[in-house]
């Protein structure tokens, strides 16, 4: 089977992590013979290009994840660049898989023409899917109905492969996020706030453990440094290095780890999919929602809460204090996610007739 995967290859280590996961499910559950890759983010989806590329030399679409309905200035309030009017002329199977409703509560919501455009997609798709973090009931909010949750595919970036260690020493990851600042911290004064209590946590940190902070895209860089600047045994990854050829080598920073501190989704997936605990840096919905949905939300903490600093350091402490029994509930989480992952399968094979 010849398949196109289009996802978000516009400079998100997170997203090119979560595009291995997808093609380790694809090769585990298909007969595979090439995938093929386009940036779901800069493709448009033209005639021409339905026709000679996608018709003539695929057998498969596969749409996402990643959190792809978002974007009300998109031209079709979400990521997928096709006019409504020409995804009935796609004609082999397509799925929408395991992708992520990111509008913030401020934002409003999808716009009408995105719903419309979302109608058609779920019409037309084999399967559509959301992940399980809390999208299925962000979009229910707006549709009237659901969508079948499934785990992202992140989860699934360990099968097959392996991912050697760089770091001898014990370390932690910290991943901060700096692209849109406004929604995340909620002003600039909330933003320095943060910064500094952060650096009170690293500080803390840094006498136990190598700290390494891993930013995700090139506007995470500068709010990384200013966290770790000045702090011995502190240091931010080469972001140069890693973007975005070397994204398997990042996601192996993960799997080593003794535990990660996560403002962005992957953040937390990507190491779940290890066992390696997270404590989440809530800042949009879908990190408490992932939390909730795996009974982790204890190891949850919001950046809007007003003992930020206080609340995280107490979350860091149950973490080390339960710390084996943490990782065992993460055995038995991802167990669960591949049981969920391959009933999800089993129905998308039968819905492409295979």
Same mark, same amino acid.
């Given at each position: 089977?010849?398949?196109?995967?289009?996802?978000?290859?516009?400079?998100?280590?997170?997203?090119?992590?979560?595009?291995?996961?997808?093609?380790?499910?694809?090769?585990?559950?298909?007969?595979?013979?090439?995938?093929?890759?386009?940036?779901?983010?800069?493709?448009?989806?033209?005639?021409?290009?339905?026709?000679?590329?996608?018709?003539?030399?695929?057998?498969?679409?596969?749409?996402?994840?990643?959190?792809?309905?978002?974007?009300?200035?998109?031209?079709?309030?979400?990521?997928?660049?096709?006019?409504?009017?020409?995804?009935?002329?796609?004609?082999?199977?397509?799925?929408?898989?395991?992708?992520?409703?990111?509008?913030?509560?401020?934002?409003?919501?999808?716009?009408?023409?995105?719903?419309?455009?979302?109608?058609?997609?779920?019409?037309?798709?084999?399967?559509?899917?959301?992940?399980?973090?809390?999208?299925?009931?962000?979009?229910?909010?707006?549709?009237?109905?659901?969508?079948?949750?499934?785990?992202?595919?992140?989860?699934?970036?360990?099968?097959?492969?392996?991912?050697?260690?760089?770091?001898?020493?014990?370390?932690?990851?910290?991943?901060?996020?700096?692209?849109?600042?406004?929604?995340?911290?909620?002003?600039?004064?909330?933003?320095?706030?943060?910064?500094?209590? !952060?650096?009170?946590?690293?500080?803390?940190?840094? $006498?136990?453990?190598?700290?390494?902070?891993?930013?995700?895209?090139?506007?995470?860089?500068?709010?990384?440094?200013?966290?770790?600047?000045?702090?011995?045994?502190?240091?931010?990854?080469?972001?140069?290095?890693?973007?975005?050829?070397?994204?398997?080598?990042?996601?192996?920073?993960? $799997?080593?780890?003794?535990?990660?501190?996560? !403002?962005?989704?992957?953040?937390?997936?990507?190491?779940?999919?290890?066992?390696?605990?997270?404590?989440?840096?809530?800042?949009?919905?879908?990190?408490?929602?992932? !939390?909730?949905?795996?009974?982790?939300?204890?190891?949850?903490?919001?950046?809007?809460?007003?003992?930020?600093?206080?609340?995280?350091?107490?979350?860091?402490?149950?973490?080390?204090?339960?710390?084996?029994?943490?990782?065992?509930?993460?055995?038995?989480?991802?167990?669960?996610?591949?049981?969920?992952?391959?009933?999800?399968?089993?129905?998308? $094979?039968?819905?492409?007739?295979?």
């Amino acid at each position: 089977m010849r398949i196109l995967h289009t996802y978000c290859l516009n400079y998100n280590i997170g997203d090119y992590a979560l595009g291995i996961g997808v093609k380790n499910l694809l090769r585990r559950n298909l007969d595979v013979t090439l995938i093929g890759n386009t940036n779901l983010q800069g493709r448009e989806f033209t005639p021409y290009y339905i026709r000679e590329v996608v018709n003539k030399r695929y057998d498969l679409l596969v749409i996402g994840g990643g959190g792809i309905i978002h974007g009300a200035h998109w031209p079709n309030g979400w990521f997928w660049l096709i006019e409504k009017e020409l995804i009935k002329e796609i004609k082999i199977p397509f799925i929408v898989y395991g992708v992520g409703y990111n509008y913030w509560k401020e934002e409003g919501g999808i716009p009408e023409r995105g719903i419309v455009h979302l109608e058609e997609t779920m019409k037309r798709a084999a399967y559509f899917s959301v992940r399980n973090d809390g999208s299925q009931n962000r979009l229910a909010e707006q549709f009237g109905r659901s969508v079948p949750a499934i785990p992202d595919p992140g989860f699934h970036v360990d099968w097959g492969l392996e991912y050697s260690r760089k770091v001898d020493e014990p370390y932690i990851l910290i991943q901060l996020a700096n692209d849109k600042p406004e929604r995340r911290f909620g002003s600039l004064e909330k933003r320095g706030d943060f910064v500094r209590q !952060m650096r009170e946590v690293t500080e803390f940190l840094s $006498k136990r453990y190598k700290v390494i902070f891993s930013p995700h895209v090139p506007e995470d860089i500068s709010l990384s440094h200013e966290v770790a600047n000045g702090i011995s045994n502190a240091e931010v990854w080469d972001f140069g290095y890693f973007a975005f050829d070397h994204s398997d080598e990042a996601v192996g920073y993960y $799997k080593h780890a003794e535990f990660v501190l996560a !403002m962005r989704g992957h953040g937390q997936i990507v190491p779940i999919a290890f066992n390696t605990p997270v404590i989440s840096l809530e800042n949009h919905p879908k990190h408490r929602g992932l !939390m909730e949905n795996l009974g982790l939300i204890d190891y949850n903490v919001s950046l809007a809460q007003d003992d930020f600093r206080g609340e995280l350091m107490e979350r860091i402490h149950s973490l080390e204090s339960n710390y084996f029994s943490l990782k065992a509930k993460y055995s038995t989480i991802n167990q669960q996610l591949r049981l969920d992952t391959d009933a999800a399968w089993t129905e998308i $094979k039968s819905n492409i007739g295979k």
